[in-house]
């Protein structure tokens, strides 16, 4: 049993100079983005240590974004999978129905600190291209957001409500016409307008400092989760369980958990179709070590070292890398990492809207699923958080499409 003290232990996992985590990380861009990350760096060092911004930063999460968001027991679902005690981080609470709002916040006002009037952002689910068109709104900043055009069939709702908060959403046709082209399109405009735009990318990928930028600003998920778990359950949980795409959501509710040595954290990757290279968006599972997007981590590659296509019910998890973070964490063993297919995410977003009243996102999705098996396996006075990233309004045409094609 998890009985630690009230504070949150003591987080020393900072990547080097350099930007690196063990072997991973690191700075890969063209020398015409040098100075922006540099400017970057110093901007993000300096709202770090200012008492103002931090005292602003959560004036906004809590006004705003509506946080603390909840810490909810499942017990339904408990009784129906049996074993270990199941609750959810509700993210799917907070404003814009995900945990990317955090983040877009935090990078808008960094974007304001800079002088800077223009932002940009690529998308796969929406939710961080909605969240970045609030931000937008709220500060006052144009914004452009980068997406496949295969993602804005799957994620029409999203798509109107980008536009109607201002932004504009420029289509990708390139590729595969998924996250990964619309990040490379999206690194391309910021290669040519940096010193005018600020690009807020969603995950904790890219270069330094992103991966760790981004997973403070979404590591408010975990310290709240955390001190909740200490008061509504009295101890620690034993077990925390989140999807994995590029990783945001997953790193912050990790982080504050990662000198625990007592709790399980798993991470789930998007199993799709089957193993076979082009079917599924696993880099941890199946991938090794690679660039892409401006640092070394895990990804997925063909013989000829390209970056792979990758597939997914889901479009937030459609990426063929992951944090570095999350690499070292693998490699350091800290973190274990499995995958859900397609099916079963399916399964387990019909299961919550039918016995929980919740229609989770099919990102999400991903995660209940193992959940529901670990739990199973898990003793009854063991505890199993899930962070529930999103809801699932944006995914309500593509599920039912999908579960229509299975029956």
């Known amino acids: 049993m998890n009985t630690e003290s009230e504070k949150p232990s003591k987080l020393s996992h900072l990547p080097s100079e350099t930007g690196h985590y063990g072997d991973f990380g690191g700075v890969f861009v063209p020398e015409t983005l040098h100075n922006a990350l540099v400017q970057l760096t110093k901007a993000y060092e300096d709202a770090k240590h200012n008492p ?20 909810y027991y499942a017990e339904r679902l408990t009784k129906h999978v049996g074993g270990a ?19 877009s916040i935090g990078q808008a006002m960094l974007t304001v600190c800079m002088g800077k009037k223009r932002i940009i952002a690529e998308t796969g689910a929406g939710q961080h291209g909605v969240a970045t ?111 994995v795409g590029g990783g945001s959501n997953a790193a912050g509710i990790f982080y504050p958990f990662i000198d625990d040595k007592d709790v399980q954290l798993i991470g789930i990757e998007a199993g799709g179709r089957s193993n076979q290279l082009g079917d599924h968006a696993a880099p941890l599972s199946f991938g090794g070590p690679g660039i892409l997007h401006g640092s070394r981590s895990f990804i997925l590659q063909n013989k000829d070292g390209q970056t792979s296509p990758v597939h997914s019910i889901s479009a937030g998890l459609d990426y063929p890398g992951v944090g570095p973070e999350h690499a070292h964490w693998h490699s350091s063993g800290r973190v274990s990492y499995e995958s859900c297919t397609d099916t079963d995410a399916l399964k387990a977003f019909t299961t919550m809207c039918r016995i929980e009243g919740i229609i989770p996102a099919l990102e999400s999705s991903h995660a209940i699923a193992n959940a529901i098996t670990h739990a199973a396996s898990m003793p009854s006075d063991q505890i199993l958080v899930v962070n529930l990233s999103g809801r699932g309004d944006k995914d309500l045409e593509e599920a039912i499409r999908l579960l229509d094609d299975m029956t």
């Open 133 to 243: 068109a609030t931000a937008a709104a709220k500060f006052g900043l144009q914004c452009d957001v980068f997406m496949g055009t295969e993602d804005m069939r799957r994620q029409q709702p999203n798509v109107k409500r980008m536009q109607l908060l201002g932004a504009n959403v420029v289509p990708v046709e390139s590729g595969s016409c998924t996250l990964k082209d619309a990040t490379n399109a999206a690194m391309r405009d910021w290669m040519s307008t940096s010193e005018t735009t600020h690009y807020i990318i969603g995950s904790v990928v890219g270069p330094h400092p992103f991966p760790q930028m981004v997973r403070d600003f979404q590591s408010v998920i975990g310290i709240e989760c955390r001190a909740q778990c200490l008061d509504q359950i009295e101890r620690l949980p034993d077990t925390v369980i989140a999807c």
């Open 85 to 103: 005690k199941i609750y959810f981080k509700r993210e799917d609470l907070s404003h814009t129905g995900a945990h990317k709002i955090n983040n």
């Open 52 to 71: 103002e911004f931090q005292a602003e930063f959560q004036r906004h999460l809590s006004e705003y974004v509506g946080r603390p968001t909840p810490l």
